[in-house]
């Protein structure tokens, strides 16, 4: 089988410009879900201190409601796999579409605090899956030699999906006077803000009727013909479509189908490779970016800046998170992985340590004027070393530092981590900040140094080397 890619790699490189706009057209719909992962994960961001007004909650409360999406997206990415292997790719990714409009109409329309919770579990489903289902289908769809740049368009939607989702919020308080309970077209405005997403949510079932079915997906149900099809029409006419159906059979036939027992060591516990990608996942989450996401406009307003610009904060922080990621695409691969996991990790530590230092001078409500505009730049720099690091680099690792015999298991492993690790930073922030601000930055601060010696010690450099040789 290894002189079958080689016999047809011709006619696949000469076909490619003639099919390529067909291809970023195919994976930039499937990355919309990517898009809808970033808006849901941060448009609550808008809604927080609205929500805590209206329903008269505590922080605790309000912290359970932000973060218990975060059930639905373990849920949802941990079930999305086998979802996608018994009915495909496409019909995945309309029900995540269902869920996603759901949960943005029943998250504007609440009756009560309790049913907000359930919306927001449903849009967290839909988030898990989009999670898995995105990278898995454009993987399946994409040309060997477009594969790693076609991959990127999901990271890219995610962070352009929270860009936009800030500017959105941002436009609408401006429309309500910057009152977040104030009123457009009969509703509060944190309201409209959830339920906006239902039209990038309809645009995305709209587009993956347009998209064709992944061909490893027609093989494994015996569709052999439709699987043809496609393969010519994303790889070229040209393309000897029998070898390169054997060629997907085979590798099917090859693959190991991991467990949760593959994972465990000689003493019952996980393989060091297994504690190593635990590791990353939870270091990834435990420096506290999702508290820019999930609350920045929340903890500007609690210094002393008025909401519109606190929501204007929020948006321009997202495009700092874009630059970073686009840095991150660029050097991922030129410099190496654990370079800039160090790079990422010094810059963050000493940005939340500056963030720490300026909270400390918080007085009431407000900062001097100083110490806010330390924390203001800090708080930007903290997301450029996030995004142009750790934000990219450990998924890289994870889908890399496996071997293959263990990959998927320890995947999954890995993932539930971050998901972990996730929750209990959403789920604890407004309770610290409540205690000590700079307490909390303290913490997160000591997190991003911790990740220094263990990156150093732990983690092994993956650029250039093979899936193989990594076990």
């Not at 060629?247 to 189908?257: D, F, L, P, S, Y």
């Not at 732990?458 to 990594?470: D, I, P, W, Y």
Request: proline share 4%; hydrophobic share 50%.
């Amino acid at each position: 089988m290894t002189s079958t890619p080689r016999s047809s790699a011709p006619a696949d490189h000469n076909a490619l410009p003639e099919h390529l706009g067909h291809i970023i057209f195919i994976t930039a719909a499937a990355a919309m879900g990517g898009f809808l992962f970033g808006y849901d994960s941060s448009v609550i961001n808008g809604a927080v201190e609205a929500i805590r007004d209206k329903y008269d909650i505590g922080s605790g409360t309000l912290a359970q409601v932000i973060a218990i999406a975060l059930i639905g997206c373990a849920i949802g990415a941990a079930t999305a796999g086998r979802i996608a292997d018994r009915i495909g790719r496409i019909r995945c990714m309309q029900i995540a579409s269902v869920m996603f409009t759901v949960s943005a109409v029943g998250s504007a329309l609440p009756f009560a605090l309790w049913d907000l919770a359930l919306w927001r579990i449903i849009g967290g489903f839909a988030i898990g899956m989009a999670s898995v289902i995105g990278p898995a289908y454009i993987a399946e769809v994409s040309p060997p030699a477009y594969r790693g740049r076609l991959a990127s368009f999901q990271q890219a939607a995610i962070v352009l999906g929270i860009a936009v989702s800030q500017l959105v919020n941002y436009a609408i308080l401006k429309g309500a006077h910057g009152d977040q309970r104030g009123h457009i077209i009969g509703l509060e405005a944190w309201q409209i803000m959830l339920g906006v997403m239902v039209i990038p949510a309809v645009i995305y079932g709209m587009l993956s009727f347009a998209i064709p079915e992944s061909p490893r997906f027609l093989i494994s149900v015996n569709r052999e013909k439709d699987a043809k099809a496609v393969l010519a029409d994303i790889e070229g006419a040209d393309t000897d479509l029998d070898a390169r159906v054997a060629e997907i059979q085979t590798a099917m036939r090859r693959e190991h189908k991991s467990t949760f027992k593959d994972l465990l060591g000689s003493r019952g516990g996980f393989l060091p490779i297994v504690w190593i990608g635990i590791g990353l996942s939870m270091f990834q989450q435990l420096v506290g970016i999702n508290v820019a996401f999930y609350y920045s406009s929340t903890l500007w307003q609690s210094v002393g800046i008025d909401p519109s610009s606190s929501f204007f904060y929020s948006f321009t922080t997202s495009i700092v998170n874009i630059i970073g990621t686009v840095i991150a695409m660029i050097f991922v691969d030129r410099i190496g992985r654990k370079p800039l996991a160090l790079i990422g990790s010094t810059g963050m530590a000493v940005a939340l340590a500056l963030e720490a230092w300026a909270f400390s001078a918080k007085s009431g409500a407000t900062l001097p004027n100083t110490e806010g505009t330390v924390a203001l730049i800090a708080a930007h720099c903290f997301v450029l070393f996030f995004a142009l690091s750790w934000g990219v680099i450990v998924w890289v690792f994870l889908g890399e530092m496996f071997p293959n015999k263990i990959r998927a298991a320890a995947l999954g492993v890995a993932a539930s981590a971050q998901w972990i690790a996730n929750w209990a930073i959403t789920a604890s922030f407004p309770s610290l900040a409540d205690w000590n601000l700079s307490g909390t930055y303290v913490i997160y601060a000591c997190f991003a140094v911790a990740s220094i010696p263990f990156v150093l010690l732990f983690v092994k450099e993956t650029k250039g080397k093979t899936l193989e040789e990594m076990g």
